[in-house]
């Protein structure tokens, strides 16, 4: 069994090479470019196993529409 581990904002940002504060406004747009959070207390937090499948679930998406503009060129 994994070990999830709730992270705060400060560790999502190293973790995608993002501000804090560009996170924090996606967050307040609720935008679909950021993983699931989840509010403790007065605490936003992210789950470290679904950030990884989120990051995982983008790399094979981006992967799929390069391989169709690939088959597309050709």
């Known amino acids: 069994m994994q070990l999830r581990l709730l992270q705060p904002t400060s560790w ?3 973790r995608l090479g993002l ?8 967050r307040a747009q609720g ?14 937090r992210y789950d470290n196993l679904a950030v990884e499948e989120w990051i995982e679930a983008r790399l094979k998406a981006s992967a799929s529409q390069q391989g169709e503009r690939h088959a597309d060129q050709k």
């Open 19 to 26: 501000s804090v504060s560009t996170i924090e406004k996606l």
């Open 12 to 14: 999502l940002s190293k």
């Open 31 to 44: 935008s679909p470019n950021l993983p699931p959070h989840v509010v403790v207390g007065n605490s936003v």
